[in-house]
């Protein structure tokens, strides 16, 4: 199971921390996503990162202000973000995918295991 934490209101420049926790695994060699859904739109990834945090990516619209980071002696996968802006609101997804690739997988097909999401409304 996983469980995502750190959404609320926020006003637009501001900053949350979303985290993601696995509850009864862990996650070594799972590759993990961020994905994000707004109302009357489509799930879209927001960034990436392999089981080994080596590599990293994110969709053009959060680069430079997302920060994606994980400690697998926690379990827990957190997105940095920054400089919020309206167009951020969603309900943001965790999602993981076991894996010994090197890769970031950018599509929800691809994940095996979703957390319920968080809301983030960035509103002033």
């Known amino acids: 199971q996983l469980v995502e934490s750190g959404g609320g209101l926020v006003q637009p420049g501001g900053s949350l921390r979303l985290s993601c926790a696995a509850s009864g695994f862990t996650l070594d060699y799972y590759a993990i996503g961020w994905f994000r859904q707004a109302p009357g739109k489509e799930r879209e990834f927001v960034s990436g990162i392999t089981w080994s945090a080596g590599n990293t990516d994110y969709a053009d619209s959060v680069k430079g202000r997302f920060a994606i980071s994980r400690n697998n002696a926690k379990s827990t996968v957190y997105l940095q973000m920054n400089s919020l802006k309206p167009e951020d609101t969603a309900v943001y997804y965790c999602?993981?995918?076991?894996?010994?690739?090197?890769?970031?997988?950018?599509?929800?097909?691809?994940?095996?295991?979703w957390g319920q999401g968080t809301q983030v409304t960035v509103s002033s």
């Open positions: 999602a993981a995918r076991i894996t010994y690739s090197s890769g970031v997988y950018y599509s929800a097909r691809s994940y095996d295991y």
